[in-house]
């Protein structure tokens, strides 16, 4: 069906950086938007950024200027890069895909990536 993986979580210091990737596979129709989402402890999950298939992107206040997405839709791949990190942004960061085929379109989730990031 769809598999949604994500990869280059890790510890990192305050003001250090960081890559995260998604890699979707589809077995039918085609990948729509994807979006980084994260989630900290005892708090609600929420949008980081996203981008459509032809690169429109848009991010959350909280990390305009310091985060990047992009993806390559030759290879079904997400990117984020994260800079100037502050301790605030320690979540598990979860992609999501949507992928339209059979006359409508899903959204399908990845098990997410920690990101810690030390004072």
């Known amino acids: 069906q769809v598999q949604v993986v994500e990869s280059g979580g890790g510890l990192v210091q305050a003001g250090g950086s960081l890559r995260l990737s998604c890699a979707a596979a589809a077995s039918f129709g085609s990948i729509n938007d994807m979006g980084w989402y994260r989630q900290a402890p005892g708090k609600q999950r929420e949008v980081v950024a996203s981008i459509t298939r032809g690169g429109s992107t848009n991010y959350a206040d909280s990390v305009k200027g310091r985060f990047t997405i992009s993806r390559d839709n030759a290879k079904n791949t997400m990117y984020l890069q994260m800079n100037s990190l502050k301790p605030e942004d320690t979540a598990v960061y979860l992609c999501?895909?949507?992928?339209?085929?059979?006359?409508?379109?899903?959204?399908?989730w990845g098990q997410g990536t920690q990101v810690t990031v030390s004072s």
């Open positions: 999501n895909t949507r992928v339209a085929g059979r006359g409508a379109e899903y959204s399908y």
